[in-house]
C-alpha cells in the first residue's frame, strides 16, 4: 500500500527571531515525505534537485526508508532556494530569494516501482506539473491527495482548477480558501470547494488548528499551544505529510479514519514548528508521538452527554 | 446555588451586512443572564436602567426566571445606549454612539435575596464597580468569574488588575490576553496571567473558538462553523453567561465540568450569532441546545490510541 510523493527537495536559509540558518534541506516533497514515513514505510519521492545538493541530505531521506529513485538530479543545474525571514510575531514572512534552478524545467518522472502507488500526494508545485505526474501513474491511484497556494490561484487558476478537479482531496489554508471559492465564511467555502471537485476538503489556519469537510461532516482539530514557535516553515507540508502517511498506512478512507489523520498531522506539525527547518522532525520516536497524540485528547476531550442538558 | 451576575443592561442599535434594527435590548448582563437562565433557575441580576426602559424587556428577563431586584430603574436619567456597525466579514465594527446615561454613576445595589450567591458573574464593566459589587456581598461567593476588555487595560490598569486579583476566573480575548499579560503565545499569556490572580482563564478566540487554562490542563473548544454569523453582538457575554450558568447549575468546580461548560458557553453564543440582538437567545428549547451539543461532540471526538500509533 505504498504511497507516492511529488514535491520540491530544497535548499531553505530561515531567518526567525530566535535565529538565522544557513543553506538547510528544506521543500513541501521533503517534509511531507519525512512526516508521512514515520506511519507509511513505502514512502516515494517525486522530485527533482542540482548537482549541488548533498549526499547526506539524501541520506537523511534514505535513512526514513524514503525511496528516492523519483528525485532527478541535474548535472548542470543548481537546487531549488528559498530563503526567508520571519517577523517577530511570527505572522509573517518575507521572501528574501527565490532561485528556481532546476525546478524551473521539472518534468517529473514516475519510476516504475511507483507505479502501483495506491496513494499519491502532490505537494504545492506548479498546477499543471502535478497534473502530469497524475497523467504519467498507470492508472489513477485510489487516493490523490494535493496541497497548493494562492501564488497558483493568482498565476495560473485554469491549470489550478483542472488539477483541482482531479483529486480527493485539496489542503489549503483558510484565506486560500475563501480567494478560491469567493466565500467569505469557511463553510460556505468548504461546500463550494466540494461541488466543483475533490470529495474533501482540509482548511488549515495555522495556529487555530484545521477543518475537515467531506460527505456532509466537519471535524475541528485545534493546533497544539506552545509557547515558543521557532520556525514554522514546513509546519503545512509536514501536516499534509503526517495526514497522508497515516491515511495510506491504516488504508482506511471512512471519514472516522480521516479524522485521526488529522489529528497525527497536526502532532507531525508540532514537531517542526519546535525547531529549525526539518530538525524536529529527523529523530522522533513513535512513544513521543503517541504522547502527543495523547495531548491532543486531553486538549479535545470532553464528557457532556446532549441528553442530559 | 445561586448565580448572581452583574452587567449593563441597554438599548443597542446594530447595523450589519444583513440589516439593522432599532434600539433593542441589549447589554452584557442581559446576554449573560438570559444565556445562563437555561441552565441556573436562579439568576440574579444587578445592574442599572434609565426611564425609557420599556416594561416589555424587563418581562423579557422575568419570563426566563430571572430575578431583576437587583435592577435599578433610574427615574430621572435615560438608559445605557450603543450603537455600532459591522463590517463585511463581521471581523471589525465601528461604534456610532456611546451614551452612558445612567451607567456614568452606576453604584451596584446587592439585594438581600443575592446575598447567599455561591457564584458571582461579574460582566464586562468599570472594574471599581465590579470590584465594588464584590465588597458588598456579605461573604465571598465561592466562584467569582469576570469577564473585562482591553479599554479598561489603557482606561484602568490598576483598577482592573485589583479586581482581576480578586477573582477566580478571568475571561477575555486573545488579543486582551496578550496586551494584559504582554505575551504573545497564548500558552505563556495564560501561565503569566494565572501566576498573578485567577486560578482559571478563558481565552475566547472568536471564530476560532476558546481556550480554558487551569490546574496545569489546557483544553480547547473549536467555534461551531457556521454560513452566516447574522449579528455577533454579545457572543462573548453570551459565553461567559452559558459557561456560568452550566457551571453553577451544576455546582462542579472540577476542570473536567469546566470543559462541558466551555462547551455549553459555545453552543449558546452560537445561538446568539444567528440573529440579531438577543433574538436566538429568546426561546430556545433544551432539545435544540442537546442537538447543538451533539454537533459540538460529532466536530471534535475522534478515536486515535496513543499506544497503536
Known amino acids: 500500500m505504498s504511497l507516492t510523493v511529488v514535491g520540491t527537495v530544497a535548499f531553505d536559509a530561515i531567518e526567525t527571531p530566535f535565529g538565522k540558518t544557513d543553506k538547510i534541506i528544506g521543500g513541501a516533497g521533503t517534509y511531507i515525505a519525512l512526516a508521512a514515513s514515520y506511519f507509511q514505510k513505502n514512502t516515494n519521492l517525486i522530485s527533482v534537485v542540482g548537482n549541488d545538493f548533498p549526499e547526506t541530505y539524501l541520506k537523511l531521506l ?30 509573517k514572512r518575507d521572501t528574501l530569494v527565490t532561485e528556481l534552478n532546476s525546478l524551473a524545467n521539472f518534468d517529473p518522472v514516475v519510476p516504475d516501482s511507483y507505479q502501483n502507488s495506491k496513494y499519491l500526494m502532490l505537494g504545492n508545485l506548479t498546477p499543471s506539473v502535478q497534473q502530469k505526474v497524475i497523467d504519467r501513474m498507470d492508472k489513477r491511484p485510489e487516493f490523490i491527495m494535493m496541497d497548493t497556494m494562492n501564488f497558483w490561484m493568482d498565476k ?4 489550478l482548477k483542472k488539477t483541482v478537479s482531479n483529486v480527493d482531496l485539496l489542503c489549503i489554508n483558510d484565506e486560500e480558501a475563501q480567494q478560491f471559492s469567493g466565500e467569505n465564511s469557511l463553510l460556505s467555502a468548504a461546500e463550494k470547494i466540494i461541488a466543483d471537485g475533490p470529495k474533501y476538503l482540509i482548511i488549515k489556519k495555522g495556529k487555530h488548528g484545521a477543518l475537515l469537510f467531506g460527505e456532509n461532516k466537519i471535524f475541528s482539530a485545534p493546533a497544539l499551544p506552545l509557547k515558543t514557535v521557532f520556525d514554522p516553515t514546513g509546519a503545512g ?52 508521538i503517541g504522547k502527543r497524540v495523547k495531548q491532543f485528547i486531553d486538549l479535545t476531550r470532553f464528557n457532556l452527554d446532549p441528553e442530559k442538558i
Open 156 to 159: 495560473t487558476p485554469d491549470d
Open 62 to 91: 534514505k535513512n526514513h526508508n524514503i525511496d528516492i529513485e523519483g528525485i532527478q538530479i541535474k548535472k548542470d543545474e543548481k537546487t531549488f532556494f528559498w530563503s526567508g525571514k520571519y517577523h517577530d510575531n511570527m505572522n
Open 237 to 288: 507540508d509536514t501536516f499534509a505529510g503526517g495526514f497522508i502517511g497515516y491515511l495510506s498506512d491504516t488504508d482506511d478512507l471512512s471519514f472516522e479514519n480521516m479524522k485521526n489523520a488529522l489529528i497525527i498531522g497536526s502532532v507531525m506539525a508540532s514537531f517542526t514548528i519546535e525547531k529549525f527547518g526539518t530538525e524536529g522532525l529527523q529523530q522522533l520516536s513513535k512513544s513521543e
